[in-house]
């Protein structure tokens, strides 16, 4: 059974970093895409980024090209989200997801991290 904890959430100042952690089991994951999305109340989940578990091939969003970066370390089937230049609007509950087939839409996915809350306040 494939799961997917993240770690990391909470609260950081306009301008600050923060790390976000999920760690993947249950299966070999050697092929598989990893992404984050995020999501606020009322709103769909926002595709942010993916990574590819093998070739370590990354895509971002447009919102977040330049700010956020995602790596993997395959040794510990775990993949991250640095985010970096934090605004306000960044505030929203985030979720990495994972799929044999890379995607930018949430539907694609076909499993879940539990989603730890980030907020950027000051």
């Known amino acids: 059974q494939v799961q997917l904890v993240e770690s990391g959430g909470g609260l950081v100042q306009p301008g600050g970093s923060l790390r976000l952690s999920c760690a993947a089991s249950?299966?070999?994951?050697?092929?598989?895409?990893m992404a984050w999305f995020r999501q606020t109340p009322g709103e769909e989940r926002e595709f942010i980024g993916y990574i590819s578990w093998s070739g370590g091939r990354t895509y971002y969003a447009d919102s977040v090209k330049g700010r956020f970066t995602i790596s993997r370390d395959n040794a510990k089937n775990t993949v991250y989200l640095q985010m970096n230049m934090l605004n306000a609007a960044d505030t929203a509950v985030y979720y990495c997801?994972?799929?044999?087939?890379?995607?930018?839409?949430?539907?694609?996915?076909?499993?879940w991290g539990q989603g730890p809350l980030v907020t950027v306040s000051s």
């Open positions: 249950g299966r070999t994951f050697s092929g598989w895409v």
């Open positions: 997801a994972a799929d044999p087939v890379r995607a930018v839409v949430a539907a694609r996915y076909g499993y």
